[in-house]
């Protein structure tokens, strides 16, 4: 879509504002390099370890900040530092603790050196407003403002001309424009090269992504257990209280019947229809927990059929969109089909929707899923339902789950987990 005028005008001047905050910024560099820097050094004889606490905060609130204007000119920065380390004393113990964690995190060193550095590069951010007050200095001589200056018998200098005629006044509003339209298209090229020292000093090393990746890794190997031990212990509850009970029922309903058959064939012939019964539920029951364990619509025929199955056995209005060119791995089918069968479920429950949107795709590389109720909303992971439990069960996948459920609906639910296709194969309904 080509970019109007007015579009980029206002493009401009949003640039020019974000290079004036980068500017600012690199003037509080100076304060908070000198400060932290004197801090650092009075941690030696144990005074600095009060105040570094409060200015590493301030500092990474700044470098916070300028990462956010990198991604804003499309170059984004991930946070590099260390996590806290948990349960740390509120004593003095606690604090020395955390001063001597903020001290071995290499991006606190990096982080000084991007201060230090840019008390000179931020200056740039000055740039895109410099060029519109050259230009605005250019179209005012060129209004008549020269004309004070000249009957005082000195012309003002505007670029190389000398404004002290109308000729003059027209070629530096000639030049004004050229500043200008230098100012509306160099003004993002600018922030970006900016972005790029930014993401080179206050982005993460290798060694810190490496960190990061093991930290995550671990999280998510520690909530895969707990999610498999957690269906262990289901499938045992469900094997005793259902099925298991229904076998030890049938079992004595037997025994009574081998009592009976000579005494009292009716009585036996009825002991018999209740063990039949009996059998039956059992079976049922066995097929239910196999079917909640790997639903056998999701092995034999893929996730799109699967998703249009849970559709079909839902009471509410659910459309299946599914474009999968594919067939994924079997852990992530799994995963996204009973965290899709868990979000039909809440919105039944909880959200009294009746009509649910369903839609599942591949992009890059990524497997996403939407689905979407014209429930009353008010979704929260944190109020103990089970969206916790299907943000766990992504991330073992090194998936996310996006919660957009406002007060008064409607809900979205956003999944993205990294997929690999296999034997081609396109479904949709």
């Not at 005793?240 to 025994?255: E, I, T, W």
């Not at 009292?264 to 039956?280: F, I, K, M, N, W």
């Not at 474009?323 to 965290?339: I, K, Q, T, W």
């Amino acid at each position: 879509m080509p970019v109007t005028w007015r579009g980029r005008l206002g493009r401009a001047t949003v640039d020019t504002l974000v290079g004036v905050a980068i500017a600012s910024g690199a003037l509080l560099s100076v304060v908070l390099f000198v400060s932290t820097t004197y801090f650092i050094v009075l941690c030696l004889i144990g005074i600095g370890f009060l105040a570094l606490p409060y200015l590493t905060r301030a500092v990474r609130w700044l470098c916070d900040l300028n990462r956010r204007a990198a991604a804003r000119s499309g170059v984004p920065v991930e946070r590099p530092y260390r996590p806290e380390p948990e349960e740390i004393e509120k004593d003095i113990v606690g604090w020395m603790r955390r001063c001597k964690w903020i001290l071995a995190d290499p991006a606190t060193w990096r982080d000084l050196l991007w201060l230090l550095l840019n008390c000179v590069v931020g200056l740039v951010g000055f740039v895109p407003a410099a060029l519109l007050y050259y230009a605005g200095e250019g179209l005012f001589l060129a209004c008549g403002l020269w004309r004070p200056l000249a009957d005082d018998g000195h012309g003002r200098w505007y670029s190389f001309v000398t404004v002290d005629s109308w000729p003059a006044a027209l070629a530096a509003a000639l030049l004004a424009l050229v500043v200008l339209t230098g100012w509306l298209f160099l003004g993002p090229l600018v922030l970006k090269g900016y972005a790029y020292f930014v993401r080179f000093l206050l982005g993460p090393t290798r060694q810190s992504q490496l960190a990061s990746r093991v930290q995550h890794l671990s999280e998510t190997r520690s909530g895969a257990l707990d999610i498999q031990a957690a269906e262990l212990r289901r499938i045992e509850r469900d094997l005793h209280d259902g099925a298991q009970a229904r076998l030890v029922s049938l079992g004595l309903q037997l025994g009574a019947v081998d009592r009976t058959m000579n005494q009292d064939p009716e009585e036996a012939r009825r002991l018999l229809r209740q063990a039949r019964t009996s059998s039956v539920q059992a079976l049922r029951e066995l097929r239910d927990l196999v079917h909640g364990i790997h639903p056998p619509v999701l092995a034999e025929r893929g996730l799109p059929d699967a998703l249009r199955a849970l559709g079909l056995a839902s009471p509410l209005h659910v459309t299946v969109v599914a474009d999968l060119p594919g067939r994924l791995p079997d852990p992530v089918e799994s995963a996204v089909y009973f965290a899709v069968s868990e979000l039909l479920t809440n919105a039944l429950k909880h959200a009294d929707a009746r009509r649910v949107e369903v839609v599942a795709w591949c992009e890059e590389g990524m497997l996403h899923a939407r689905v979407t109720d014209d429930g009353r909303g008010g979704a929260d992971a944190s109020a103990g339902s089970g969206l916790a439990g299907i943000r766990r069960r992504l991330a073992s996948f090194d998936g996310v789950l996006e919660i957009d459920s406002p007060p008064g609906g409607p809900t979205v639910m956003k999944m993205e987990l990294p997929c690999a296709l296999s034997s081609p194969k396109t479904s949709s309904s």
